[in-house]
């Protein structure tokens, strides 16, 4: 039973509730098939540890034994031989893969209630793009951080402030103009991002400024 069976796409929901049921109805009938050959198996041992036993005892009488072996004698012959041994080991591989195979159909019953709830999220909006820290690329989903991007650029625009700040004369440090900083920040978002923090900072000392007064 493959476990890629158990994979969900959460791009493909239309798809993967297409093939659940069909991959339900196999599981179920390939554990319907290994429950009857653990019972006939079982059952033919049944009937060859009764068979072995009663040749056991039929050889004691054949042979004028005036007592018949105790059942527990008879059981202990029987157990050792092969044949019996055989269908023993023959029943346990057939109750291991049984249980395998109810295991498998527990399984796709836990991917239908994941696939329940897919579509709720679904239904929600979880999966729309952009989505914070969640977003689908090629039906896989991955994390991605929003958050880090847009700190970075942040940063990315600080720096550049703080390197070209200007002064009262309109000018930087270095001697440039506004118009030469923001030119040099080939990032678009981050030379908007400086462009809207010069223009704060010159309404902010306009504002501080002291106002001369007229004699």
């Known amino acids: 039973m493959p476990n890629e069976n158990l994979q969900i796409d959460p791009s493909q929901l239309d798809e993967e509730w297409l093939q659940q049921p069909l991959l ?3 599981a179920q009938q390939e554990a319907a098939d ?5 019972d006939s198996i079982k ?9 072995r036993a009663n040749y056991l005892r039929s ?7 005036a007592k018949i072996p105790a059942q527990g004698v008879v059981d ?3 157990t050792k031989q092969p044949e019996v ?8 591989e057939a109750q291991i893969a049984l249980v395998r195979a109810n295991n498998y159909v527990e399984s796709l019953q836990m991917k239908k209630r994941a696939l329940e709830k897919l579509c709720d999220l679904h239904i929600s909006n979880y999966f729309s793009v952009p ?4 977003m689908l690329d090629g039906g896989k989903r991955f994390i991605e951080s929003q958050n880090e991007k847009v700190a970075e650029k942040s940063a990315e625009a600080t720096t550049a402030l703080n390197e070209k700040k200007k002064t009262r004369t309109g000018r930087t440090k270095d001697g440039k103009t506004k118009e030469e900083v923001l030119a040099n920040i080939s990032n678009p978002e981050t030379r908007e991002v400086a462009k809207e923090a010069i223009e704060k900072e010159e309404s902010q000392e306009q504002e501080t400024r002291p106002r001369r007064r007229r004699r």
Request: with cysteine; aromatic share 12%; net charge negative.
């Open 131 to 134: 989505n914070p820290n969640h």
């Open 24 to 26: 339900f109805d196999q």
């Open 85 to 92: 041994d055989v269908c023993r080991k023959e029943l346990q």
């Open 34 to 38: 290994c429950l009857e050959r653990r």
């Open 76 to 78: 202990d012959w029987v």
């Open 43 to 51: 059952s033919q041992q049944v009937w060859l540890e009764a068979d």
């Open 59 to 65: 050889a004691f009488d054949k042979e004028g034994f």
